[in-house]
């Protein structure tokens, strides 16, 4: 055997890595009847979860020549089990490689996904958050120096980024969240480094 062919081929990887697998949406609603309107679609980051996530396509419009890789999609999205409420816009994303169409006898077995019952619960999170611990002792020094009587509570309202793909709801006055926000440590990954202080 010679030394040339004894010899084994390195492949290196130059760039970065992609998750994505499937094909652009454009590619996919652009082979299909009426650009594939009523038909489902999924993504493949979303087949992490358990539950089933997909879209229905509703409607379907073109863009402009410079465009060429992009489309403007509206969509039923079910995510993790949950229909959202309104229709989801996909443009911005519809360029990446990463949409799967659904032959049309797989349908109904995802859709008998949606009758289990071990889907996440619901996820209700809190309305307020105690302030930090500097911002308390300026405020009741602040109320002090006014002569104002002393907070009760040391709480401030909380605001949360809006997404498509997020269930989650914030509690109505008087109802108990079923997630703590709080500005203590918690349960530290490496306790050990935390010996000694009060958490």
Do not use: Q
């Not at 493949?44 to 539950?51: A, I, L, W």
């Not at 308390?136 to 002569?147: L, P, R, S, T, V």
């Amino acid at each position: 055997m010679s030394s040339a062919s004894a010899t084994t081929k390195v492949i290196k990887y130059v760039g970065r890595t992609t998750d994505f697998k499937g094909k652009t949406l454009w590619e996919i609603v652009g082979s299909l009847k009426n650009l594939g309107v009523g038909r489902i679609i999924v993504r493949s980051v979303f087949e992490r979860y358990p539950e089933p996530s997909f879209m229905k396509i509703v409607k379907v419009e073109t863009c402009p020549d410079e465009e060429r890789r992009r489309v403007r999609v509206w969509v039923e999205k079910t995510f993790r089990g949950h229909k959202l409420p309104n229709l989801t816009e996909i443009y911005r994303t519809s360029y990446k490689p990463d949409y799967k169409l659904i032959p049309k006898n797989e349908e109904a077995k995802l859709f008998a996904k949606l009758d289990k019952k071990h889907y996440f619960p619901d996820v209700v999170l809190p309305r307020t958050v105690e302030m930090p611990p500097l911002m308390k002792k300026f405020i009741a020094k602040d109320y002090e120096k006014k002569g104002l009587e002393p907070l009760k509570e040391f709480v401030m309202p909380l605001r949360y980024n809006h997404s498509p793909n997020r269930v989650h709801r914030i509690a109505n006055p008087g109802e108990k969240p079923t997630v703590e926000i709080t500005m203590r440590l918690g349960n530290p990954a490496s306790p050990s480094l935390y010996e000694g202080v009060k958490l």
